[in-house]
């Protein structure tokens, strides 16, 4: 048996076609449709031309049963023979007929019926005893006539006699035959028509979709702002434009959100570098005593330490992101570790002269400690750097009153954050760009941290801003409680030497 793929590839290429495949459908659809339709047009003309033989045969049998008497066992024509019209009814009637006794004695009959055959004397007696049945019958020359047969009493009203009287359908079979004939003979014209039409239609069907697939070919990386026109029929073929061309716009974001963060890694890893470079000048040109090389190394170090922070980042967020990042869960009080961020936060606080206050209501969560530092740090440095001199961070811990969850608020008093810009802060390497963010630096990766580990601790993360007025975080994560499932060992450690919070995000610029 030959496969689906093997009939693939010997068919030629044309036949792979959307087009073809259309086509043959049609062509498929519409010979069933027309094949269907024929047989019941012939059905039909079947049962209505041979309805009107039956109606006449009946009246003839009528007739006949009035012009046919019996006396003495002999048969005989009660007719008036000088009567041109009867005389031409009565020979009709004679044209094909048969008249027996109860034994199957032939009394009368015609050359015809005598061709179709002569009924056996148990079929006779059966006629005799059930009554009247019509049927088709062939003579030898194979011409089709109704027949009707059935009792006829004697003289003392006793069904003694079986009478059978016969119609040609000769005339109403030729005309379904030539029906048949000549539908079935057009019907390969019919189908090639349908063929060409379908052909014409599949293609202009297909047309815009293949205007489609040309302006999709000339949209590349670089020229993504490209939209393919809408046809503006409204049809389903518009919906795909649509999407595609809302498509391209996301990809073009996604781009442009990928080159900007290459620009920033490029700056970020700049200022250490150029750091690292300025300190091992120091060291090589212009320091004298042990002192200034020693200090000269330490600033390196410093520096190399941060470039290190930032190559963390970004491999911790790429492993957190494909999963192979694992909790380590354990009952923490939520509120001690909230104030021991906070104080971690207090000297750059103070050196940017921002009031940053802490209320924490004792609580526990179940979490993995480290993220939730990562969290908790990832926000608060996000407020200190995002509120001006003298503005105040506050942060909060409570319950909450109705479900099982501990609540973290960080709000601060800073720049805020437009309410077009909201939906994407979450997103990898999203920034916002404005001329008062814009000379804070920073890589777009603290709040994906922040949804991430909100997410896999199963809590939920709100925030409300206010552009000039502030900004509100607000955290919720389950409280470790009886229902509390906590990972039996830790698994892998996200990357070597991190124990501690990150402290690139702790930085206040
Ligand atoms: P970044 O390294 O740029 O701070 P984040 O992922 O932490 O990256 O934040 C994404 C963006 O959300 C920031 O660029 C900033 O525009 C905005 N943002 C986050 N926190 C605040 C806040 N507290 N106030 C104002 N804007 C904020």
Redesign the pocket.
């Known amino acids: 048996m030959i496969s689906l793929a093997t009939l693939r590839e010997v068919l030629p290429p044309f036949t792979r076609g959307l087009r073809f495949r259309l086509t043959v459908s049609y062509i498929v659809l519409f010979t069933v449709l027309l094949v269907v339709i024929g047989m019941l047009f012939r059905g039909v003309l079947k049962a209505e031309t041979e309805g009107q033989v039956g109606d006449l045969l009946e009246e003839q049998w009528g007739a006949a049963k009035g012009y046919v008497k019996i006396e003495n066992e002999r048969p005989y024509w009660f007719a008036d023979f000088t009567d041109p019209e009867e005389a031409d009814t009565v020979a009709r009637l004679r044209n094909v007929l048969l008249l027996t006794d109860d034994l199957g004695n032939v009394l009368l009959d015609s050359p015809i019926y005598r061709s179709i055959g002569i009924d056996s004397p148990a079929e006779i007696q059966r006629v005799i005893r059930n009554g009247p049945i019509v049927r088709t019958r062939y003579d030898a020359n194979g011409v089709p006539y109704m027949i009707k047969a059935g009792p006829m009493p004697d003289e003392h009203h006793k069904n003694r006699y079986f009478f059978a009287l016969g119609r040609s359908l000769e005339a109403s079979h030729k005309t379904v035959t030539q029906f048949t004939q000549t539908y079935f003979l057009f019907l390969p014209v019919m189908i090639a028509l349908t063929g060409v039409l379908g052909w014409w239609l599949a293609g202009r069907a297909i047309e815009p979709v293949n205007s489609v697939a040309q302006a999709a070919q000339s949209i590349t990386g670089s020229n993504l702002t490209l939209s393919i026109p809408l046809r503006n029929a409204g049809d389903e073929l518009d919906n795909l434009i649509d999407n595609f061309n809302k498509m391209t716009v996301r990809l073009a974001q996604s781009f442009e959100q990928i080159r900007q963060f290459s620009t920033d890694v490029s700056h970020e890893l700049r200022t250490p570098l150029t750091a690292i470079r300025g300190q091992l000048e120091v060291a090589l040109f212009t320091a004298e005593s042990q002192e200034q090389y020693r200090d000269a190394v330490v600033n390196a170090l410093e520096a190399v330490e941060q470039l290190s922070s930032i190559v963390r980042q970004l491999l911790l967020l790429s492993q957190a992101e494909s999963g192979q990042l694992a909790l380590q869960k354990t009952a923490i009080d939520f509120g001690e570790l909230v104030r021991d961020v906070t104080d971690q936060f207090q000297i750059p606080a103070e050196e940017k002269e921002i009031t940053l206050k802490a209320d924490v209501a004792p609580v526990k969560v179940a979490g993995d400690r480290t993220q939730i530092e990562r969290l908790v740090s990832?926000?608060l440095?996000?407020?200190l750097?995002?509120?001006p001199v003298h503005g105040s961070v506050s942060v909060r811990v409570s319950k909450n009153a109705i479900d099982p969850m501990a609540c973290l608020i960080?709000e601060?008093t800073?720049?805020?954050?437009p309410p077009e810009?909201l939906p994407h802060?979450?997103d990898r390497f999203?920034?916002?760009r404005n001329p008062q963010?814009n000379q804070?630096?920073?890589?777009?990766?603290?709040?994906?941290?922040?949804s991430w580990i909100v997410t896999a601790h199963g809590g939920k993360i709100d925030v409300k801003?206010s552009v000039g007025k502030?900004?509100r975080?607000t955290v919720q994560l389950p409280e470790a409680g009886a229902g509390s499932i906590f990972a039996p060992m830790v698994v892998t450690p996200p990357v070597a030497g991190d124990s501690q919070p990150e402290r690139t995000?702790t930085r206040v610029h």
């Open positions: 990832n926000l440095s996000n407020a750097k995002y509120t960080v601060d800073g720049v805020g954050i810009n802060i979450f999203y920034r916002v963010t804070i630096e920073g890589l777009g990766l603290g709040l994906s941290f922040v801003s502030g900004t975080f995000e």
